[in-house]
Structure formats: C-alpha cells, structure tokens
C-alpha cells in the first residue's frame, strides 16, 4: 500500500501556527487552570482533505501495518477536517489484549462486520493456571501480540519521518496495556472475584509479575517513542504524566479491596513513568477517593457519569486540582446549570462551551 499520499495530504494541512497554538492552550489547561469553567478547545477552522480517505476496519488493520497506519491517520485527518480541539495522535491499535496475549492468552477475535478491537480468552484453569503462569515466571514481552506493538509503532516513526509538520505534530501514543488489576482479570477469568476472597496471596502473587511486566513493556516502548517530557498525549488529549492506566475492573471491588488488591499495583507504575493519568468505566464513585489519593495521579478520564455520585466525583477530583478530560458534555451542562462551579479543570470535546460559559472579565 502506498501512503505517500495519506501522508502528503496531512503534511500540506498542517498549520505549524495553528497546532502550537493548540498545544499552548493544552498545556496551560494541564499545569493550570483554564479560564473558562469547561476547557474546549477548537482549531480556528476547518482545513478538509485534498484526496479521498478509505477506510480501514479494525480487522484488516490487525493484519497489515500499512493499513493500521492509514486506519490511525484517517481520523487525524477527520480531526483537522472537524476543525476539532485534539491533538493529533495515532496508535498500535491492537485492544486490550496485548498485555495478556504477552503472558500466552489466546487471541479472540471479533467478526468483521462488528469492526471492534478484539480481546483475549482467559488462561483455562482459574487459579492452577496462574500457579503455573508464576511458575514460568517473568514473559518474553515480544511474545504475543508485543513484537506487532512495538515494530509498528517503528513502523509509525519510519513513514512520518520524511514529512517534518507530520512527525512533529501528529503524537504517537502508548498501547492499551489496561492496568494491573485489568490485566489480571483478562488472564484470570471472572473466577477472579471469588479466588480474590479464597487466594488473596496468590492473587497478590499475580499482581506483583503483571506489574513488572506492565513496567518492563513501557520501557521497552519508551526506547521506540520517547516520552515528551513532563505531560504526554493519549486519546488526543494532554495530561501531566506519562502513562493512562485503565481500571475497569474496580467497579467489582470494595474500596478495602481497591486498596489492597489495586492502588499499590498501580502506584508502582505511576511512580515509574512520571506518574499519568487513569480512566476506569462504569461505577467508580466509592473507591474515587482512594484513586485520587496516589501520587502523581494527575487527570481521570471517566466515562457514564449517569451511574456515579456525581458530587463525590467532583470533591476528589476538580477540587483537589485533578482534571477531568474526555468528560461527557451532557454532565458538564448538567452540573452548571445546577450552579457547580467546575473550576477551570473540566475538559470536554465539544466546542461550543468556549463561548456559552465563557466567565466576563473581572
């Protein structure tokens, strides 16, 4: 496949003005407080495609690097066509089994019509499989799914490199690696939340490899794409830090579990990439505190607001000067409406907030 011209068209639509102005307002959104009670950040105007752009299901993007690459610069091209407030990112968009595939989980992937990631099988056997998943010790981690991830974000540098405006603004961004717990759970089966009660020692056991092999994976990423400093780009958004755990499986633990079984596990991968950011689905309101509490936990990227304690939510993040990025703008309304002030740390998506709730001058 030739992208040469994929290439060329993002190139000759970049506005070097434009996207560093972008950046700058991220950046003060990010260390600071913006000046609007939601942050919604747009592109002055539209800047469309000079070629027509297919596209690429993620099935066919499993399989050929090339059409990865165009599957992930196409909605970067959308995103200028949009005019949008993201930054420009791409990814080895390979779901959320890439971890678990690296430890010997077996591949599931989903039919082409349905055009989603796939995921991975459990390790048959509950908690004998992970007896012998320790056993074996520490995984290669270009097993599975882990040499595709790192030769095609090789891939990703290689192409944009002739094309300076595309290699400077288009952010290549760190795998779905999930989180510790998460990856447990891929691994684990649902078994998990009663062998968590019944192996609490073995279930710790598991954590403690997963989270080595979560650190050594990052750094081996790292050597490929090097973080940029001190606040990176994930889902076309900045936040302080360096990584976005995924902690979906919370929602199933109390937060005496969460303590135990999760925020230490996590804590030592924030502690290891400068700290990040974390987004979890679903119910999180009862171990938000606790989530909040670990060092260099800088930004919550939190989705179904309609199934949490809203005010809790917003005492342990906002006012405790964490950001809410990728929030649903039906809430944002919501809580303004309701007279909460949101402080300048609220990010949503869509645009039209720049004017609505823009504060008068002093």
Not at 286 to 301: N, T
Request: charged content about 25%; hydrophobic content about 40%; glycine content about 8%.
């Amino acid at each position: 496949m030739d992208l040469g011209p994929y290439l060329q068209d993002i190139e000759a639509r970049l506005d070097p003005a434009v996207e560093n102005a972008l950046e700058d307002e991220w950046r003060r959104f990010t260390f600071g407080t913006w000046d609007e009670p939601v942050f919604a950040p747009a592109r002055p105007r539209p800047a469309p495609p000079g070629i027509e752009w297919p596209s690429v299901t993620v099935n066919k993007a499993m399989d050929d690097f090339d059409a990865m690459a165009l599957q992930q610069l196409r909605m970067c091209s959308q995103v200028l066509a949009d005019g949008g407030g993201a930054l420009l990112s791409v990814r080895c968009n390979y779901g959320t089994g890439i971890l678990p595939s690296v430890f010997g989980a077996e591949l599931f992937v989903m039919d082409e019509e349905l055009n989603t990631l796939p995921t991975t099988r459990p390790l048959a056997g509950g908690a004998d499989a992970m007896r012998r998943l320790l056993d074996r010790g520490m995984p290669d981690i270009r097993a599975g799914l882990g040499a595709r991830t790192f030769e095609m974000a090789e891939r990703f540098r290689r192409i944009m490199a002739p094309y300076p405006k595309t290699s400077r603004y288009v952010h290549i961004y760190h795998p779905d690696v999930q989180g510790p717990m998460d990856v447990c759970e891929l691994l684990w089966g649902s078994g998990l939340f009663i062998d968590v009660a019944d192996y609490p020692a073995l279930v710790k056991d598991v954590l403690e490899l997963i989270t080595a092999a979560y650190i050594a994976f990052m750094r081996e990423w790292e050597k490929i794409v090097p973080f940029e400093g001190d606040a990176t780009v994930h889902w076309g958004m900045m936040h302080r830090g360096r990584v976005m755990l995924r902690d979906d499986s919370a929602m199933n633990f109390s937060p005496e579990m969460y303590r135990e079984f999760i925020q230490p596990y996590d804590q030592r991968v924030l502690d290891a990439f400068m700290g990040g950011a974390i987004h979890f689905c679903g119910r999180g309101d009862h171990y938000i505190a606790d989530m909040c509490s670990s060092r260099g936990v800088y930004a919550i990227a939190m989705s179904q607001p309609h199934l949490n304690d809203m005010d809790r939510i917003y005492t342990n993040t906002i006012e405790r000067g964490i950001k809410l990025i990728g929030f649903p703008s039906d809430e944002a309304r919501r809580a303004l409406a309701s007279g909460r002030d949101l402080l300048g740390h609220v990010h949503c998506a869509d645009p039209s907030f720049r004017h609505q709730f823009a504060r008068k001058p002093a």
